[in-house]
Nanobody, 116 residues
Framework: QVHVVESGGGLVQPGGSLKLSCAAS????????MKWYRQAPGKERELVAT????????TYADSVKGRFTISRDNAKSMVYLQMNKLNPEDTAVYYC?????????WGQGTQVTVSS
């Protein structure tokens, strides 16, 4: 089982940057692919970025490609989402997800608000 906790959300102006962190605890974090999702008010949850268990492979939603970067540190059981050039459409609750073929675990989310 893996327990994940997000942090780093907040209020940022358009064009600004923010870095989200996800701290994982539990067994064999390095066996899990890690994902960041987001959910804006009135919208479905959207997959933003994925990183493989090794960290060698990443994928991004078209809406964030070139602006967001997902990374992980398996030694520290941490996952990060660096978000640059933020715009109001990025406003959402961001969730960290630990995924393996037989299980997945969610954090409680962290609010990101992009507004002037």
């Amino acid at each position: 089982q893996v327990h994940v906790v997000e942090s780093g959300g907040g209020l940022v102006q358009p064009g600004g940057s923010l870095k989200l962190s996800c701290a994982a605890s539990g067994s064999r974090f390095y066996n899990y692919a890690m994902k960041w999702y987001r959910q804006a008010p009135g919208k479905e949850r959207e997959l933003v970025a994925t990183i493989s268990s090794s960290g060698h492979s990443t994928t991004y939603a078209d809406s964030v490609k070139g602006r967001f970067t997902i990374s992980r540190d398996n030694a520290k059981s941490m996952v990060y989402l660096q978000m640059n050039k933020l715009n109001p459409e990025d406003t959402a609750v961001y969730y960290c997800n630990a995924y393996r073929f037989d299980a997945e675990y969610w954090g409680q989310g962290t609010q990101v608000t992009v507004s002037s």
